[in-house]
């Protein structure tokens, strides 16, 4: 898988936007980016993914970058259930098994 | 809503004896996962899981690690004879289908402590 690299941490205010980049340089053009997140002391869960065009979802939206090497997860109002480690995951169409390799992610820290 | 879910939450043993790690993946999925996340350490695959075989394994998954899906509804990881370094959260997971959009989907985890 392609290798991506995130902010080690980032910090926002409730109520706010919070942009949470992601760089993938190496990305190929059947990789699509997801995004997981993990909340403390919880398991990693789903956010959102895409291939090229922006994706909405209810928990967030993703805005990727014409050239696909950088995408960004979008919060469009942080609270505080939102601070979590965000991580940027590449998976490639090929094969079956989907196996998720994790990086260290974007710890997000949400202030009251 | 259907979720994972894992038992127990947290197991304590002494090193060297067997544990068993259950998890109950969402009804009708046929993909399943472990992973393992050490203190303050990345998230990192251990094996998948496919009618009723692995197709795939990390390094970490070794002769001391087994999976089995034993009734049709439950899903184990067994470690023969546990060692320190084993202690960590053991996160199962599950997917619907084959497929690149296809999410996974995690149980809450089991703390594993070895000591």
């Known amino acids: 898988d392609a290798k991506t690299t995130q902010p080690n941490s980032m910090e926002s205010n409730e109520e706010e936007p919070v942009h949470l980049p992601c760089n993938h340089s190496t990305i190929s053009g059947t990789d699509y980016i997801h995004w997981y997140r993990q909340l403390p002391s919880q398991g990693p869960e789903y956010v959102i993914h895409?291939?090229?065009s922006n994706v909405n979802n209810r928990m967030a939206s993703l805005a990727i970058a014409e050239d696909r090497k950088s995408s960004t997860l979008i919060l469009h109002r942080a609270t505080l259930r939102d601070a979590a480690v965000y991580y940027c995951?590449?998976?490639?169409?090929?094969?079956?098994?989907?196996?998720?390799?994790f990086g260290k992610g974007t710890l997000l820290t949400v202030n009251p | 809503e259907p979720e994972v879910t894992q038992t127990p939450s947290h197991q304590v043993t002494q090193m060297g004896q067997e544990v068993i790690l259950r998890c109950v993946p969402i009804s009708n999925h046929l993909y399943f996962y472990w992973y393992r996340q050490i203190l303050g350490q990345k998230v990192e695959f251990l094996v998948s899981?496919?009618?009723?075989?692995?197709?795939?394994k990390s390094e970490i998954f070794d002769d001391q690690f087994s999976v089995e899906r034993p009734d049709g509804s439950n899903f184990t990881l067994k470690i023969r004879s546990t060692k320190l370094e084993d202690s960590a959260m053991y996160f199962c997971?599950?997917?619907?289908?084959?497929?690149?959009?296809?999410?996974?989907?995690f149980g809450p985890g089991t703390r594993l402590t070895v000591l």
């Open positions: 997971a599950s997917r619907l289908t084959s497929g690149v959009l296809n999410e996974q989907f």
């Open positions: 895409g291939l090229t």
């Open positions: 899981f496919y009618n009723n075989e692995i197709s795939e």
């Open positions: 995951i590449l998976k490639g169409s090929g094969g079956s098994n989907y196996k998720l390799t």
